[in-house]
């Protein structure tokens, strides 16, 4: 007889292992972060790479939502007189939500994607098992100098991010929706809080640290070839984009309590 | 006696439910140049690993001047990492850095040697392998597969180390490209005065650089000898190896 729970029981458990190898890889990650030897030459080479040229990809995301933004909320609003309250809206959408929840999946995109196949293919190719024999640490060379330029390069991304969509909102509103400027920036800081900020920019760091750690996870342990470096990409853009957007609710609740 | 300077006892792995490796014994003496000879999936490249720490042996132990390594705390092993030199099978070398940088991987980044002394001893080194200077700012891809292995052989020795591996260093080599690199090995470990541990299944290769040959087979350790006795061993599975028959104790696996 087939039990029909089999199954489900041997998925759970493949879960939980899976759960329980990301949890021992991001603590012996964590842990290289935090001591010696540090690289600093690595480290300042990935935030070129993954702070710095995100740039044009997340401005032009930003300009074009910011823009967006503006023009449904003026729809919306004039459906109950609200339209005055465009800059108040966008300004808040896109500080809490919309910069770093878009900022952090393009660079799901770019970055974890691109973190998986670099390491996946030195994987394969057994160059990390050579950095090993030349007694260097894999973890403290390659995902160190990642984990902490993500972490740390996402929250100033996104904070270009919140003033460039900011100003793709009030581009569209002084143009085709005829805001005074003025006013309209007047309006935008009033209404702005600083926790709204601060709340986008933690989550910001968190999702920059699960873009590096999801990459890094999936190339390192990336194994046959060509395929397998495939693999553990795509694998690294979905896994990060879900645990982005389970992250960000998670987040978002406990700042609404 | 003194003790080798590595030694393997009882070494057992198994991979996928496979016993690949089911009690390998082998020691090496200082200055001994040692080939593992064995066919394709016999567990050759394995054995290193778990010698290098990249692998995990379910059993046994590998002694490095009588201490065991795979029972030591991670600094300590990382440290012992400085008495080896490992040559990889596909080369392995790093294709985001220069050549020089690869070949001064270690005395940048794990010695704190400053760049400029790493260079000029990296290209020092270069000089050995008879690689010309004026490829250490090209990156590894741009260079020939023969061109590669002198690079990695750079890389392998130059932290003077005390055990050198060779994964085949010879596979996918021209006889005459093939033959230079096994000349150039010879010529560095009795330079360094160090040990060598070869893997290879190309006869030539293995009758220039060993010592001693011994057979892995089946896990184990079927015969060992030294080099000038393998065409009269005694013992069929080598005879059938150097003689490279299909018929025999030995059913190639394809
Ligand atoms: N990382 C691994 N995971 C699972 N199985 C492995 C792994 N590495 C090797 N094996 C298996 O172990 C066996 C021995 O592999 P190994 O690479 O040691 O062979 P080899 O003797 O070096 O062969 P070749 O001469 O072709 O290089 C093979 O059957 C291989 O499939
Ligand atoms: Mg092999």
């Known amino acids: ?257 | 006696m003194s003790t080798p300077k590595l030694q393997l006892k009882g070494i057992k792995k198994k991979l996928r439910g496979r016993q690949v490796l089911d009690g390998v014994d082998l020691s090496v003496d200082k200055g001994q140049s040692l080939v593992i000879i064995g066919g394709s999936g016999s567990g050759k490249s394995v054995t290193l690993k778990c010698v290098l720490g990249l692998m995990k042996p379910d059993a046994g132990q590998v002694l490095v001047d009588g201490a065991d390594v795979t029972r030591m705390p991670e600094p300590v092993r990382a440290r012992n990492m400085r008495k080896f030199g490992m040559l990889f099978q596909g080369g392995a070398l790093f294709d985001s850095l220069s050549i020089w940088e690869n070949i001064a991987f270690r005395l940048i980044y794990a010695d704190g040697v400053s760049r400029k002394d790493a260079r000029e001893r990296a290209i020092e080194t270069m000089r050995k392998v008879r690689l010309a200077p004026e490829f250490a700012e090209v990156r590894p891809i741009e260079l020939s597969g023969g061109m590669q292995k002198r690079a990695s052989l750079a890389r392998a020795i130059i932290a003077k180390p005390d055990i050198i591996f060779f994964d085949e260093p010879t596979t996918g080599l021209d006889p005459i490209t093939a033959d230079a690199i096994n000349d150039l090995i010879v010529e560095q470990t009795k330079e360094l005065g160090c040990a060598a541990v070869s893997i290879t299944h190309d006869m030539p290769s293995a009758r220039k650089i060993a010592d001693e040959v011994a057979m892995l087979y089946g896990g184990k350790i079927v015969w060992r000898g030294s080099a000038s006795s393998i065409d009269h061993s005694g013992n069929e599975m080598v005879d059938q190896f150097v003689a490279g028959r299909a018929e025999g104790p030995i059913q190639a696996v394809v």
């Not at chain 1, 994607?113 to 007694?135: H, K, N, P």
């Not at chain 1, 999702?207 to 750690?213: D, L, M, P, V, Y």
């Open chain 1, 1 to 257: 007889m087939i039990n029909p729970f089999a199954p489900i029981g041997r998925a759970v458990l493949a879960i939980l292992a899976e759960i329980g190898r990301f949890s021992g890889f991001i603590s012996r990650a964590v842990t290289a972060c935090f001591t010696p030897p540090v690289f600093a030459g690595q480290f300042g080479r990935q935030c070129l790479q993954i702070g710095y040229f995100s740039l044009p990809v997340i401005g032009l995301t930003a300009v074009f939502i910011g823009a967006a933004l503006a023009l449904n909320i003026y729809v919306g609003g004039s459906r109950f007189n609200a339209e005055q309250f465009v800059p108040n809206i966008v300004v808040l959408g896109i500080t809490r939500e919309l910069g770093p929840v878009l900022a952090g999946l393009m660079l799901a995109g770019r970055v974890s994607a691109g973190i998986a196949a670099e390491i996946g293919t030195m994987r394969v190719t057994e160059q990390i098992d050579a950095m090993t024999t030349l007694s260097t640490d894999p973890f403290k060379f390659l995902i160190a100098p990642r984990l902490l330029a993500a972490t740390l390069t996402l929250p100033v991304l996104v904070l270009v991010a919140d003033i460039i969509g900011v100003m793709g909102g009030y581009a569209v509103a002084t143009s085709t929706l005829d805001f005074n400027g003025a006013t309209y920036l007047r309006n935008t800081f009033q209404f702005m809080e600083a926790e709204d900020v601060i709340l986008g920019l933690i989550k910001a760091a968190v999702f920059g640290f699960i873009i590096a750690a999801v990459g890094a996870y999936q190339g390192f342990n990336s194994k046959g070839g060509a395929l397998g470096v495939g693999r553990a990409t795509t694998n690294a853009v979905v896994g990060s984009i879900v645990l982005i957007l389970a992250v960000n609710y998670l987040i978002t609740a406990f700042f609404v309590e």
